[in-house]
């Protein structure tokens, strides 16, 4: 059985062959991916991230309030020209040419602040349903994005079990072999066996255990993936022990192939038609730009006038200081916007022809999966049911011959050929298990029950 030995951190794992140690199953596995996988992080951040979206684009419809304050020095004052005999002098006569007047003083400074509060915006109140609808994609995206790690661990999960039942049947195959090598070896030398016989031993061993170090190196491979999976550590040391692969025929005994399912029902499908609706809103919202907008302030400003640099910070001394204020309504009204807000209706138009041709693509890939995938059970179930008693049959014709060979009744080649027959069908028989399971998996992706796997034991 794989074993399973958890570190203090929750994330280095180790396969051992401990008995006191629980066996690993693929629940466990799942759990811990969807807890430390990176790639679901990032999708976790996301939803954050449209959040805060939503937060911003709600503060549209909120009130503001803004300061302003400013210190100026006039170097250059404005100056106010008086027409001629605007103002006549004391004795009554009137000047002949204007008059210029310097405005202002050397210095002013001013405080201000102003409140406003939208009371009609349809393209920011469109905005933020279409942002709302965002929520929604960004959790579906996120749940896709979970059924999608889930079934790469799966499909790891079990491709490991396949590779090791591989290499305990190779384990099996080269013991056999080198007691035969022994025995020949003494047969050779006591001159009761060929030495071409000898040889051709020699060679399958060698076979096999080359065979048997390929194995392990894609055993090694796809340890390293289900590392990636479960979010540990490159330099994690998973040290796979024996598996059990009994659990899996078990459940392939108790598994009825799956009927009719609701395509809707699917999360890629439920993400494109939230795709739809925000694409939709964000169409409608776009449109909206083209509507006036209006809007209530609050202004109030404190100004302070002064010939002396240090009075514009105070109030105090000659300055003159003087409050202003106002009310009302602001309203605006685009009237052409260089064709912007047209265009960008037409891409959000074309966006939506593109979903929902995408949603025709996948409705059509999802029922084509599902029901390739029933086929492939199907086919394995016969096959394996098959190859089971081709396999009870292998082992008794090569025990029979290695009976015989043992007794000096049956020749070398016999047995080499019952052995290969014995080995090649255990191997079709573990190629089918792991097909089905495998075709399995995919029905489950197709309908969107995938995550029924978080409920193995």
Same mark, same amino acid.
């Given at each position: 059985?794989?074993?399973?030995?958890?570190?203090?951190?929750?994330?280095?794992?180790?396969?051992?062959?401990?008995? /006191?140690?629980?066996?690993?199953?693929?629940?466990?596995?799942?759990?811990?991916?969807?807890?430390?996988?990176?790639?679901?992080?990032?999708?976790?951040?996301?939803?954050?991230?449209?959040?805060?979206?939503?937060? /911003?684009?709600?503060?549209?419809?909120?009130?503001?309030?803004?300061?302003?304050?400013?210190?100026?020095?006039?170097? !250059?004052?404005?100056?106010?020209?008086?027409?001629?005999?605007?103002?006549?002098?004391?004795?009554?006569?009137?000047s002949s040419s204007p008059t210029a007047l310097v405005a202002g003083t050397p210095y002013s400074s001013s405080l201000g602040v102003e409140a406003s509060q939208?009371?009609?915006?349809?393209?920011?109140?469109?905005?933020?349903?279409?942002?709302?609808?965002?929520?929604?994609?960004?959790?579906?995206?996120?749940? /896709?994005?979970?059924?999608?790690?889930?079934?790469?661990?799966?499909?790891?999960?079990?491709?490991?079990?396949?590779?090791?039942?591989?290499?305990?049947?190779?384990?099996?195959?080269?013991?056999?072999?080198?007691?035969?090598?022994?025995?020949?070896?003494?047969?050779?030398?006591?001159?009761?066996?060929?030495?071409?016989?000898?040889?051709?031993?020699?060679?399958?061993?060698?076979? &096999?255990? #080359?065979?048997?170090?390929?194995?392990?190196?894609? =055993?090694?491979?796809?340890?390293?993936?289900?590392?990636?999976?479960?979010?540990?550590?490159?330099?994690? #040391?998973?040290?796979?022990?024996?598996?059990?692969?009994?659990?899996?025929?078990?459940?392939? &005994?108790?598994?009825?192939?799956?009927?009719?399912?609701?395509?809707?029902?699917?999360?890629?499908?439920?993400?494109?038609?939230?795709?739809?609706?925000?694409?939709?809103?964000?169409?409608?919202?776009?449109?909206?730009?083209?509507?006036?907008?209006?809007? &209530?302030?609050?202004?109030?400003?404190?100004?302070?006038?002064?010939?002396?640099?240090?009075?514009?910070?105070?109030?105090?001394?000659?300055?003159?200081?003087?409050?202003?204020?106002?009310?009302?309504?602001?309203?605006?009204?685009?009237?052409? #916007?260089? =064709?912007?807000?047209?265009?960008?209706? !037409?891409?959000?138009?074309?966006?939506?022809?593109?979903?929902?041709?995408?949603?025709?693509?996948?409705?059509?890939?999802?029922?084509?999966?599902?029901?390739?995938?029933?086929? /492939?059970?199907?086919?394995?179930?016969?096959?394996?049911?098959?190859?089971?008693?081709?396999?009870?049959? &292998?082992?008794?014709?090569?025990?029979? #011959?290695?009976?015989?060979?043992?007794?000096?009744?049956?020749?070398?080649?016999?047995?080499?050929?019952?052995?290969?027959?014995?080995?090649?069908?255990?191997?079709?028989?573990?190629?089918?298990?792991?097909?089905?399971?495998?075709?399995?998996?995919?029905?489950?992706?197709?309908?969107?029950?995938?995550?029924?796997?978080?409920?193995?034991?």
């Amino acid at each position: 059985m794989l074993k399973l030995s958890i570190t203090a951190t929750g994330l280095l794992l180790a396969f051992t062959l401990a008995a /006191q140690q629980q066996p690993v199953t693929l629940k466990q596995l799942l759990e811990s991916a969807l807890q430390h996988n990176q790639s679901l992080e990032v999708s976790r951040y996301e939803q954050e991230l449209t959040e805060q979206k939503i937060v /911003q684009t709600r503060a549209k419809t909120l009130p503001s309030v803004t300061g302003s304050g400013n210190v100026a020095d006039n170097f !250059k004052r404005q100056v106010i020209v008086l027409p001629a005999g605007a103002f006549p002098s004391a004795d009554g006569s009137v000047s002949s040419s204007p008059t210029a007047l310097v405005a202002g003083t050397p210095y002013s400074s001013s405080l201000g602040v102003e409140a406003s509060q939208p009371l009609f915006d349809m393209a920011a109140f469109t905005g933020l349903k279409a942002a709302q609808a965002g929520r929604e994609y960004s959790r579906l995206s996120t749940r /896709q994005s979970e059924e999608e790690v889930i079934s790469q661990v799966a499909q790891s999960y079990y491709n490991i079990l396949a590779s090791w039942e591989t290499i305990r049947l190779q384990d099996s195959t080269i013991l056999n072999l080198q007691k035969l090598v022994t025995v020949s070896q003494g047969q050779y030398t006591n001159g009761l066996a060929r030495k071409l016989d000898l040889d051709r031993l020699k060679v399958n061993l060698i076979n &096999a255990q #080359s065979q048997r170090t390929q194995a392990l190196n894609q =055993l090694t491979t796809q340890t390293n993936q289900l590392k990636v999976l479960l979010g540990v550590p490159f330099e994690t #040391s998973l040290a796979l022990a024996n598996v059990a692969f009994e659990k899996l025929e078990q459940q392939v &005994a108790n598994t009825a192939l799956p009927e009719a399912f609701d395509v809707n029902n699917k999360t890629e499908i439920k993400l494109i038609d939230s795709q739809l609706r925000l694409s939709e809103l964000q169409r409608k919202a776009t449109r909206a730009e083209n509507y006036p907008r209006l809007s &209530a302030y609050l202004s109030y400003n404190y100004n302070v006038m002064t010939s002396q640099l240090s009075e514009t910070f105070t109030g105090s001394g000659n300055a003159i200081t003087y409050g202003m204020g106002s009310f009302g309504l602001r309203l605006s009204v685009p009237i052409f #916007s260089g =064709l912007d807000r047209y265009s960008r209706a !037409k891409q959000n138009s074309i966006q939506i022809r593109q979903l929902e041709k995408q949603r025709e693509a996948s409705l059509l890939s999802a029922n084509a999966s599902f029901s390739n995938a029933r086929i /492939q059970m199907s086919n394995s179930l016969e096959t394996l049911k098959s190859q089971n008693e081709n396999v009870k049959l &292998a082992t008794e014709v090569y025990a029979s #011959s290695q009976s015989n060979y043992n007794l000096g009744i049956g020749s070398l080649t016999d047995l080499l050929d019952a052995q290969n027959s014995f080995t090649e069908a255990k191997n079709i028989y573990t190629r089918e298990l792991l097909n089905y399971k495998l075709a399995e998996l995919e029905t489950l992706r197709s309908t969107g029950t995938v995550r029924n796997l978080l409920n193995e034991n």
